[in-house]
């Protein structure tokens, strides 16, 4: 290491090693994470951001441009978790029936449990002064949720006949995602969104999937494609 003029160890500043690179973006986001969910959007600042992640602020700023861009960062960061979560499950059963429902309660146990509602509810309250906040998190969660729920359709309709069925061809798979999601996934996920306690829906889960995988098998097998 090279001295300065007064004969002291020069100081080196600028970007860590690459090896410990991942370990100070992954501080900063759990960090972030952490005060977004106790302060909300606005209550958060980088300043108390960078005091939990024990980071400088000058490091978030290097990587981030505005708090935007870290929450946005924050949440992919979770639906990312989440999916490699559903990518590591195999759906279990004798049944269709019960392949699905084990897809069901998989996911909306998952949901339920993670940071995604809590952050989900942290954009929708600053939906009206920053609109496509709400909106860009809301359809980047759809679309990689989307994603791991199509692999798990995929897997579980690989008997009993039903992968034969138009509705489970590739051409017609990204519909049939849709459709579970929107019987079978959203209607807790939504009432969770919206204030709902999360102990409560979290009983209805096992009940609710066996009603909703029902309707879901009939569109699909009497209905066809969409």
């Known amino acids: 290491m090279g001295k300065d003029s007064t004969g002291r160890a020069a100081v080196r500043f600028g970007r860590p090693p690459k090896k ?4 100070v973006e992954e501080r900063i986001l759990d960090g972030a994470r952490k005060v977004f969910l106790e302060r909300g959007f606005e209550g958060a600042s980088i300043d108390e951001i ?12 290097a990587r981030y441009a505005d708090k935007e861009a870290l929450f946005t960062a924050v949440v992919m960061k979770t639906v990312a978790a ?13 049944t269709i029936e019960q392949r699905l429902e084990s897809v069901a309660v998989t996911v909306l146990e998952w949901i339920l449990l ?3 509602i809590g952050l989900m ?5 600053e939906a009206p002064r920053f609109p ?3 909106s860009s998190v809301y359809a980047m969660t759809r679309e990689r949720g989307g994603q ?10 690989q008997s009993d006949g039903l992968a034969a069925l138009p509705a489970f061809a590739p051409e017609h798979v990204a519909t049939t995602t849709q459709l579970f999601q929107d019987l079978v996934i959203l209607p807790l996920a939504m009432r969770a969104l919206f204030g709902e306690k999360l102990k409560q829906l979290r009983a209805e889960i096992e009940p609710h999937a066996k009603r909703s995988i029902a309707l879901f098998l009939a569109a699909r097998r009497y209905v066809g494609a969409a």
């Open 148 to 157: 791991a729920v199509a692999r798990l359709l995929a897997e579980a309709a």
């Open 20 to 23: 410990l690179a991942g370990v």
């Open 82 to 94: 989440n999916v490699a979560h559903f990518e590591a499950y195999t759906p279990t059963g004798a």
């Open 50 to 61: 960078a005091a939990v992640a024990r980071s400088g602020k000058p490091t978030i700023y």
């Open 121 to 125: 509810r942290v954009a929708i309250a």
């Open 132 to 134: 496509d906040l709400a």
């Open 114 to 116: 993670s940071d995604s």
